[in-house]
């Protein structure tokens, strides 16, 4: 066998139908479309119908909800991190936040944040400012002698003052909170006497 011998089975490359090209191909005329109608005409593509009968996903329960107010993070793992900083992309030495990643080329584009995870190997010592960390990447980076800043911790300290201040302002009192893992909660009643 030589290489210019070489060629495909038989029946690999079927050569497609052309319809609408006269009677003597079989598929003239009304190019097997049959005679009028909806489905003879072109554009007709309606995603989803099935001819008047419940379609399959208004048959399907629903299940879940989505959150307008969900915020939008970029994700990145330890090992792309990793990865950039041996790529000399990332100055392991400087302040890394979502500008530095983008910058970088490790995610496309910051909208509300940056998510650091876990996965993979981390040998730089790395001072990071991100909106959130997961436990197991927190302790990556604070084990290789780094740090992270997470602003969700921030904002939601910030969030709690402003409404502190707010109720303060109109003169509420906060109920009082039950600790942790009692049995005797505070009950509703409790807490609407407290309010007044």
């Known amino acids: 066998m030589k290489l210019n ?62 959150n307008p107010n ?33 910058a970088a080329g490790v995610i496309r584009r910051v909208k509300d944040g940056v998510r650091v995870l876990g996965t993979g190997e981390l040998k730089a010592k790395l001072s990071l400012v991100v909106w959130s960390a997961s436990a197991g990447a927190k302790s990556a980076i604070e084990a290789a002698g780094g740090s992270v800043v997470e602003q969700r911790i921030e904002a939601e300290a910030k969030a709690a003052a402003r409404v502190e201040k707010r109720n303060a ?3 509420k009192v906060p109920a009082p909170k039950a600790p942790k893992g009692d049995a005797n909660k505070v009950s509703a009643r409790a807490k609407r006497t407290a309010a007044k």
């Open 5 to 66: 011998e070489i060629r495909d089975n038989e029946g690999a490359h079927k050569k497609r139908m052309r319809v609408g090209r006269g009677p003597g191909s079989g598929k003239g005329k009304t190019a097997g479309r049959g005679v009028k109608g909806q489905k003879s005409r072109s554009g007709v593509a309606i995603g989803g119908f099935e001819g008047g009968q419940m379609p399959l996903y208004m048959r399907m329960p629903k299940r879940g909800f989505n």
């Open 70 to 102: 969900a915020l939008k993070l970029a994700e990145v793992n330890l090992w792309r991190l990793q990865d950039a900083i041996d790529a000399g992309k990332l100055d392991a030495k400087s302040e890394i936040n979502g500008e530095a990643l983008v």
């Open 169 to 171: 302002a109109k003169g």
